[in-house]
């Protein structure tokens, strides 16, 4: 959403409205390094304004861990009005977004967050970052399956990278097997596929943990703070310490 600039720089508390415009028209005010002496100039949240050449103090950097509950979108917005993982938030005044996604029907541990470069290396490939899912499954999962998981199978004409699989246990009467499988890639609907391609459709997925982080005392639906010791070790692991 953008917003004009004069407005940005009174919400920010640095100046009132049209003391923020004088601001401008007096060529005190830069927006991503330029000048802009013009009104209605229109900002948004990755732009960086300065007056005077200090930056806008922006919102305080938060990191969330949630449980997200089946039947919740992962998006900050829906256009069919669905509930969505921010909806689920109370007490949280900034803008924050999850990192990566979660399919309307998975639930399980997803991070929020409005610290833009933590995102982005996050969901970087580079980093590989590991995620656990423990999915249901039509069907025995033979070793072979286990076999060809951790070997990487091929979705959208590629093959995934090596991953953990481990059966954990298989039920006779409903013919359905529930099966570990631990992946450092972020392809869409991933794990989904990764099963449907031998042949074991996947009837309920869960994101157990997310690299050293699990869902520990928290119930669908909740969430919380990360510790400062969790950011900490998140940040490390993709070298942003
Ligand atoms: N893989 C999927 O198929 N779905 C998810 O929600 C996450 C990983």
Redesign the pocket.
């Known amino acids: 959403m953008s917003e004009r600039v004069q407005k940005v720089i009174a919400q920010a508390g640095i100046a009132s409205r049209r003391k923020a415009e004088t601001l401008i028209t007096e060529g005190k005010v830069e927006i991503n390094g330029e000048v802009v002496t013009q009104l209605g100039v229109k900002v948004n949240k990755n732009d960086e304004v300065r007056v005077n050449g200090i930056p806008l103090t922006k919102e305080p950097l938060v990191y969330i861990i949630m449980y997200k509950p089946r039947g919740v979108i ?1 998006s900050v917005s829906d256009d069919k009005h669905r509930k969505t993982v921010i909806d689920l938030l109370d007490n949280v005044q900034e803008r924050v977004y999850p990192i ?7 639930s ?1 541990l997803l991070l929020l967050t409005n610290d833009g470069e933590l995102d982005n290396r996050l969901t970087h490939p580079k980093y590989e970052v590991e ?1 656990t ?1 423990i999915a249901k499954v039509k069907g025995e999962i033979k070793n072979d399956d286990l076999k060809q998981l951790r070997n990487g199978v091929v979705i959208d004409k590629k093959k995934t990278a090596p991953a953990k699989a481990k059966l954990i246990r298989f039920n006779r009467d409903s013919k359905t097997s529930i099966v570990s499988l631990t ?1 450092h890639e ?10 449907a391609s031998l042949d074991h459709p ?1 009837m309920k ?1 869960s ?1 157990e943990s997310y690299s050293f982080l699990n869902l520990k005392g928290l119930n669908p639906g909740d969430s919380r703070s990360l510790k400062p010791h969790e950011i900490e070790e998140l940040k490390k692991m993709v070298k942003l310490k």
């Open positions: 992962t990566g996604r979660l399919d309307y029907d998975t399980g995620k899912y992946i972020g392809r869409n609907h991933q794990v989904k596929k990764m099963l996947v997925l994101r």
